[in-house]
């Protein structure tokens, strides 16, 4: 077999596979026992959100913001991905696919997912508070003290309210290419991730995938009113018959 000509072929057949781009929200992983991400009434496990997420909570009080993080590290580690996590790694059988997730967990890559943007950071990686660049995988606690090369504090690897959202642009860009758009698990009210719905081309399918949709099944917007785990198990039905 000639390679070049095996590699030409293999790539002319792969740019024929329909692109998926998913937005997920955490809905996606509450099944998997992962916390989401705040209560009705605006705390996030008895924490005011704004203390615990924020530049100006971290610099009021650092340690209580490093001490939530390592919890929420600590508890990442004893679950799972669930089935849809699951569901959404076979699709890269059939489909090119291209994960962005609202989600700071890690269940989509301990699925099988291969190509995952994570918009508000991940919980496992950390930063130096003095270069933002200087990121480094992280599975253990982060504590006072506990610095970069530099000299900087470490912090979490995670986008906190009043900061910028650097993987957005990616994020558009991922979402105009799309074929078919999935959104599993996101009331669809946190900005600026709410807006990729947006960007998708007038020819778009798309799913949405919540037990408790934020939208209606309306226009070209195909509501599945059922959680993660059902939901994708009927996409998947729908998806084998079109």
């Not at 340690?63 to 959404?88: I, S």
């Not at 950390?126 to 090369?149: A, F, H, M, P």
Request: proline share 4%.
């Amino acid at each position: 077999m000639n390679i070049k000509n095996g590699r030409k072929n293999l790539d002319k057949s792969f740019a024929k596979m329909k692109h998926i781009v998913v937005l997920t929200g955490a809905g996606m992983s509450a099944e998997s026992g992962v916390k989401t991400f705040r209560d009705h009434d605006g705390l996030w496990e008895g924490h005011d959100v704004m203390k615990v997420a924020s530049p100006k909570g971290f610099a009021n009080n650092p340690e209580l913001v490093l001490d939530f993080y390592n919890q929420r590290r600590r508890q990442l580690k004893t679950v799972e991905p669930n089935q849809a996590h699951k569901d959404l790694a076979a699709l890269e059988v059939d489909y090119k696919v291209t994960i962005v997730t609202q989600n700071v967990d890690d269940l989509h890559e301990r699925a099988g997912s291969s190509d995952v943007v994570h918009l508000h950071g991940e919980l496992l990686k950390i930063r130096s508070t003095g270069n933002y660049n200087d990121i480094q995988v992280w599975t253990e606690d982060i504590n006072l003290g506990d610095t970069c090369k530099k000299g900087y504090q470490l912090r979490p690897h995670i986008v906190w309210f009043g900061e910028d959202v650097p993987m957005i642009e990616t994020a558009v860009k991922i979402c105009y290419a799309a074929d078919i758009l999935i959104i599993i698990g996101t009331s669809m009210q946190v900005y600026p991730a709410a807006s990729l719905i947006n960007y998708v081309q007038p020819d778009t399918t798309i799913f949405y995938i919540d037990p408790k949709p934020a939208i209606s099944n309306a226009g070209k917007v195909n509501v599945i009113a059922k959680s993660a785990t059902e939901g994708m198990k009927e996409l998947i039905s729908i998806l084998k018959t079109s």
